[in-house]
Protein backbone atom coordinates (compact mmCIF):
# COMPACT_ATOMS: atom_id res chain seq x y z
CA UNK A 1 0.00 0.00 0.00
CA UNK A 2 1.17 3.67 -0.70
CA UNK A 3 2.74 5.73 2.18
CA UNK A 4 0.48 7.97 0.91
CA UNK A 5 -3.28 6.33 1.57
CA UNK A 6 -4.91 4.70 4.13
CA UNK A 7 -8.32 4.55 2.97
CA UNK A 8 -9.77 3.37 6.30
CA UNK A 9 -9.46 5.82 9.35
CA UNK A 10 -9.95 4.95 12.63
CA UNK A 11 -14.08 5.67 14.08
CA UNK A 12 -13.13 8.48 16.12
CA UNK A 13 -12.21 10.58 13.24
CA UNK A 14 -15.55 9.67 11.14
CA UNK A 15 -18.89 11.66 11.64
CA UNK A 16 -20.14 11.30 15.12
CA UNK A 17 -16.27 10.37 16.89
CA UNK A 18 -14.41 12.85 19.13
CA UNK A 19 -12.16 14.12 16.79
CA UNK A 20 -13.76 14.75 13.67
CA UNK A 21 -13.80 18.49 11.86
CA UNK A 22 -15.38 19.88 8.95
CA UNK A 23 -12.45 21.01 7.41
CA UNK A 24 -12.19 23.15 4.22
CA UNK A 25 -10.96 20.75 2.18
CA UNK A 26 -13.96 18.64 3.82
CA UNK A 27 -15.95 21.43 2.31
CA UNK A 28 -15.34 21.21 -0.60
CA UNK A 29 -15.33 17.54 -1.67
CA UNK A 30 -18.82 17.72 -0.56
CA UNK A 31 -19.73 20.40 -3.36
CA UNK A 32 -17.86 18.16 -5.74
CA UNK A 33 -18.69 14.89 -4.52
CA UNK A 34 -21.95 14.34 -1.96
CA UNK A 35 -21.05 10.65 -2.89
CA UNK A 36 -17.53 10.54 -1.85
CA UNK A 37 -18.10 13.54 0.56
CA UNK A 38 -19.92 10.32 2.34
CA UNK A 39 -17.89 8.01 1.81
CA UNK A 40 -14.90 9.73 3.45
CA UNK A 41 -16.89 10.68 6.31
CA UNK A 42 -19.70 8.74 7.37
CA UNK A 43 -18.28 5.37 6.69
CA UNK A 44 -14.76 5.99 7.25
CA UNK A 45 -12.90 5.10 3.59
CA UNK A 46 -11.11 8.27 1.89
CA UNK A 47 -10.73 8.85 -1.61
CA UNK A 48 -6.97 8.38 -2.65
CA UNK A 49 -5.05 11.54 -2.28
CA UNK A 50 -3.13 13.47 -5.03
CA UNK A 51 0.67 12.59 -4.93
CA UNK A 52 1.69 15.66 -2.45
CA UNK A 53 3.76 18.58 -4.97
CA UNK A 54 7.18 19.01 -2.82
CA UNK A 55 7.70 22.16 -4.96
CA UNK A 56 4.63 23.83 -4.23
CA UNK A 57 5.36 23.17 -0.57
CA UNK A 58 8.30 24.90 -1.03
CA UNK A 59 7.09 27.73 -2.37
CA UNK A 60 4.70 28.16 0.29
CA UNK A 61 7.21 27.85 3.23
CA UNK A 62 9.61 30.69 1.83
CA UNK A 63 6.97 32.76 1.18
CA UNK A 64 5.59 32.59 4.95
CA UNK A 65 9.33 33.34 5.71
CA UNK A 66 9.25 36.46 3.67
CA UNK A 67 6.44 37.79 4.71
CA UNK A 68 7.12 37.08 8.27
CA UNK A 69 10.07 39.17 8.37
CA UNK A 70 8.09 42.14 7.14
CA UNK A 71 5.36 41.18 10.23
CA UNK A 72 7.89 40.99 12.91
CA UNK A 73 8.96 44.72 11.11
CA UNK A 74 5.66 46.19 11.12
CA UNK A 75 6.33 47.20 7.09
CA UNK A 76 4.34 46.32 3.94
CA UNK A 77 6.36 43.19 1.67
CA UNK A 78 7.14 45.32 -1.49
CA UNK A 79 4.84 43.10 -3.65
CA UNK A 80 1.81 44.81 -1.44
CA UNK A 81 3.50 48.17 -2.29
CA UNK A 82 3.73 46.64 -6.24
CA UNK A 83 -0.05 46.21 -6.26
CA UNK A 84 -0.96 49.15 -4.36
CA UNK A 85 -2.48 47.16 -0.91
CA UNK A 86 -2.49 49.22 1.56
CA UNK A 87 -1.31 46.65 4.48
CA UNK A 88 1.13 44.94 6.71
CA UNK A 89 1.35 41.46 7.62
CA UNK A 90 -1.44 40.69 10.38
CA UNK A 91 0.32 40.18 13.54
CA UNK A 92 -1.41 37.79 16.11
CA UNK A 93 -0.14 34.97 18.90
CA UNK A 94 -2.40 32.73 17.05
CA UNK A 95 -0.80 32.96 13.57
CA UNK A 96 0.91 29.44 13.78
CA UNK A 97 -1.52 27.88 15.17
CA UNK A 98 -3.97 29.13 12.19
CA UNK A 99 -1.11 28.41 9.56
CA UNK A 100 -0.91 24.36 11.13
CA UNK A 101 -3.25 21.68 9.25
CA UNK A 102 -5.50 20.01 11.35
CA UNK A 103 -5.82 22.72 14.13
CA UNK A 104 -6.02 25.92 12.04
CA UNK A 105 -8.70 28.79 12.35
CA UNK A 106 -12.34 27.00 13.28
CA UNK A 107 -15.63 27.79 15.46
CA UNK A 108 -18.32 25.82 16.29
CA UNK A 109 -21.79 26.22 14.31
CA UNK A 110 -24.57 25.92 15.98
CA UNK A 111 -27.14 24.94 14.05
CA UNK A 112 -25.40 21.90 13.31
CA UNK A 113 -23.15 21.17 16.10
CA UNK A 114 -20.01 21.25 13.70
CA UNK A 115 -16.54 22.35 14.37
CA UNK A 116 -15.33 24.05 11.25
CA UNK A 117 -11.97 24.77 10.49
CA UNK A 118 -9.20 25.69 7.81
CA UNK A 119 -5.48 26.45 7.96
CA UNK A 120 -4.76 29.64 6.00
CA UNK A 121 -1.37 30.94 4.53
CA UNK A 122 -1.55 34.39 5.49
CA UNK A 123 -3.55 37.44 6.62
CA UNK A 124 -3.05 41.40 6.09
CA UNK A 125 -4.49 44.06 7.98
CA UNK A 126 -4.93 47.81 6.49
CA UNK A 127 -5.06 50.90 8.15
CA UNK A 128 -8.65 50.60 9.29
CA UNK A 129 -8.32 47.61 11.26
CA UNK A 130 -9.95 45.31 8.38
CA UNK A 131 -8.06 41.97 7.70
CA UNK A 132 -7.73 40.43 4.10
CA UNK A 133 -7.03 36.67 3.85
CA UNK A 134 -4.24 35.91 1.88
CA UNK A 135 -3.83 32.46 -0.09
CA UNK A 136 -0.59 31.36 -1.53
CA UNK A 137 -0.43 29.70 -4.87
CA UNK A 138 2.53 28.18 -7.20
CA UNK A 139 2.18 27.01 -10.48
CA UNK A 140 4.37 26.99 -13.85
CA UNK A 141 2.43 28.43 -17.09
CA UNK A 142 3.37 30.22 -20.40
CA UNK A 143 0.15 32.30 -20.36
CA UNK A 144 -0.74 35.23 -17.86
CA UNK A 145 -1.65 33.51 -14.21
CA UNK A 146 -5.22 34.86 -13.39
CA UNK A 147 -8.68 33.05 -11.88
CA UNK A 148 -10.62 32.35 -14.59
CA UNK A 149 -10.62 28.93 -15.08
CA UNK A 150 -13.22 26.43 -13.88
CA UNK A 151 -11.29 24.31 -11.41
CA UNK A 152 -9.92 27.46 -9.61
CA UNK A 153 -13.46 27.69 -8.84
CA UNK A 154 -12.57 25.68 -5.83
CA UNK A 155 -9.47 28.10 -4.58
CA UNK A 156 -12.14 31.32 -4.76
CA UNK A 157 -14.59 28.81 -2.32
CA UNK A 158 -11.57 28.24 -0.22
CA UNK A 159 -11.10 32.19 0.47
CA UNK A 160 -15.02 32.61 1.09
CA UNK A 161 -14.65 29.89 3.65
CA UNK A 162 -11.83 31.35 5.24
CA UNK A 163 -13.31 35.13 5.68
CA UNK A 164 -16.72 33.77 7.20
CA UNK A 165 -14.02 31.46 9.54
CA UNK A 166 -12.38 34.91 11.08
CA UNK A 167 -15.70 36.52 10.45
CA UNK A 168 -17.20 33.75 12.99
CA UNK A 169 -14.25 34.86 15.39
CA UNK A 170 -15.14 38.24 15.63
CA UNK A 171 -12.60 39.67 13.23
CA UNK A 172 -13.79 42.32 10.76
CA UNK A 173 -12.40 41.31 7.54
CA UNK A 174 -12.51 42.66 3.98
CA UNK A 175 -14.22 40.95 1.05
CA UNK A 176 -11.24 41.17 -0.92
CA UNK A 177 -8.87 38.86 -0.38
CA UNK A 178 -5.28 37.95 -1.98
CA UNK A 179 -3.84 35.70 -3.91
CA UNK A 180 0.05 35.34 -4.02
CA UNK A 181 0.88 33.61 -7.15
CA UNK A 182 3.95 32.25 -8.01
CA UNK A 183 4.36 31.10 -11.73
CA UNK A 184 7.72 29.06 -12.36
CA UNK A 185 9.65 30.52 -15.82
CA UNK A 186 10.11 28.48 -18.27
CA UNK A 187 11.86 31.30 -20.83
CA UNK A 188 14.96 31.69 -19.30
CA UNK A 189 18.52 31.07 -21.07
CA UNK A 190 19.80 28.38 -18.90
CA UNK A 191 18.67 26.34 -15.99
CA UNK A 192 21.84 27.12 -13.63
CA UNK A 193 20.28 24.86 -10.74
CA UNK A 194 18.29 27.59 -10.53
CA UNK A 195 13.99 27.77 -10.59
CA UNK A 196 12.87 31.61 -10.78
CA UNK A 197 9.05 32.97 -10.14
CA UNK A 198 7.29 35.65 -11.63
CA UNK A 199 4.77 36.62 -8.62
CA UNK A 200 1.36 38.00 -9.10
CA UNK A 201 -0.66 39.64 -6.70
CA UNK A 202 -4.45 39.26 -7.59
CA UNK A 203 -7.33 40.33 -5.57
CA UNK A 204 -10.30 38.35 -5.20
CA UNK A 205 -14.32 40.00 -3.71
CA UNK A 206 -15.67 36.83 -1.91
CA UNK A 207 -18.84 35.92 -1.49
CA UNK A 208 -19.67 33.80 1.83
CA UNK A 209 -23.58 33.87 1.61
CA UNK A 210 -23.23 30.39 0.38
CA UNK A 211 -21.59 29.03 3.76
CA UNK A 212 -24.71 28.53 5.76
CA UNK A 213 -26.55 26.83 3.50
CA UNK A 214 -24.11 24.48 2.46
CA UNK A 215 -23.23 23.34 6.17
CA UNK A 216 -27.30 22.66 6.71
CA UNK A 217 -26.90 20.71 3.64
CA UNK A 218 -24.30 19.01 4.85
CA UNK A 219 -25.73 18.19 8.10
CA UNK A 220 -28.54 17.07 6.11
CA UNK A 221 -26.16 14.15 4.17
CA UNK A 222 -24.57 12.97 7.14
CA UNK A 223 -27.71 11.76 9.21
CA UNK A 224 -29.09 10.49 6.37
CA UNK A 225 -28.52 6.09 5.89
CA UNK A 226 -28.82 6.32 2.29
CA UNK A 227 -25.48 6.72 -0.22
CA UNK A 228 -26.14 10.06 -1.65
CA UNK A 229 -25.85 10.79 -5.53
CA UNK A 230 -22.39 11.19 -6.92
CA UNK A 231 -20.91 14.49 -8.43
CA UNK A 232 -21.20 14.67 -12.43
CA UNK A 233 -17.59 15.37 -12.90
CA UNK A 234 -16.52 13.32 -10.18
CA UNK A 235 -14.11 10.30 -11.92
CA UNK A 236 -13.78 8.63 -8.82
CA UNK A 237 -17.27 7.29 -8.83
CA UNK A 238 -17.15 6.80 -12.73
CA UNK A 239 -14.39 4.03 -11.83
CA UNK A 240 -16.04 2.36 -9.29
CA UNK A 241 -19.16 2.05 -11.58
CA UNK A 242 -16.51 0.84 -14.20
CA UNK A 243 -15.06 -1.31 -12.17
CA UNK A 244 -18.20 -2.75 -10.89
CA UNK A 245 -19.96 -3.33 -14.56
CA UNK A 246 -16.23 -5.87 -15.59
CA UNK A 247 -16.45 -7.26 -12.56
CA UNK A 248 -19.90 -8.51 -12.43
CA UNK A 249 -20.11 -11.28 -14.62
CA UNK A 250 -17.16 -12.70 -11.73
CA UNK A 251 -19.50 -12.11 -8.93
CA UNK A 252 -21.11 -15.20 -8.27
CA UNK A 253 -23.63 -15.14 -6.16
CA UNK A 254 -25.06 -18.05 -5.70
CA UNK A 255 -21.85 -19.94 -5.45
CA UNK A 256 -21.98 -22.50 -2.46
CA UNK A 257 -20.56 -21.15 0.86
CA UNK A 258 -20.56 -17.48 0.11
CA UNK A 259 -22.58 -15.05 2.36
CA UNK A 260 -24.33 -11.47 1.36
CA UNK A 261 -21.71 -8.93 3.10
CA UNK A 262 -22.81 -6.20 5.05
CA UNK A 263 -21.76 -2.83 5.35
CA UNK A 264 -19.43 -1.36 8.03
CA UNK A 265 -21.47 1.57 7.75
CA UNK A 266 -24.03 3.33 9.91
CA UNK A 267 -27.74 2.76 8.82
CA UNK A 268 -28.92 0.98 6.15
CA UNK A 269 -26.65 1.09 3.12
CA UNK A 270 -26.18 -1.79 0.51
CA UNK A 271 -22.69 -3.35 -0.14
CA UNK A 272 -23.73 -2.73 -3.76
CA UNK A 273 -24.50 0.71 -3.35
CA UNK A 274 -21.31 1.68 -1.32
CA UNK A 275 -18.95 0.44 -4.34
CA UNK A 276 -20.41 -0.25 -7.28
CA UNK A 277 -23.52 2.62 -7.71
Known sequence: MSQYYKPHRKV???YGGPRWRLSRSKIDLFIQCPRCFYIDNKLGTARPPGFP???NSAVDKLLKKEFDIHRNDETPHPLMDAYGVDAVPFQHEKMDVWRENFKGVDCFHKPTGFTVSGAI????????GSLHIVDYKATS???EVT???EWQDGYKRQMEIYQWLFRQNGFIVSDTGYFVYANGKTDVAVFDGKL???IKVIPYVGNANWIDDTLLAIYACLNQNEIPKNGEACDYCTYRKAVGEVLQPFIKKDAPGTKEVSPKSKGDVSHEQSLFS
Open 12 to 14: DWN
Open 53 to 55: FNL
Open 121 to 128: DDVWVNPA
Open 141 to 143: KDE
Open 147 to 149: LDA
Open 196 to 198: EFD
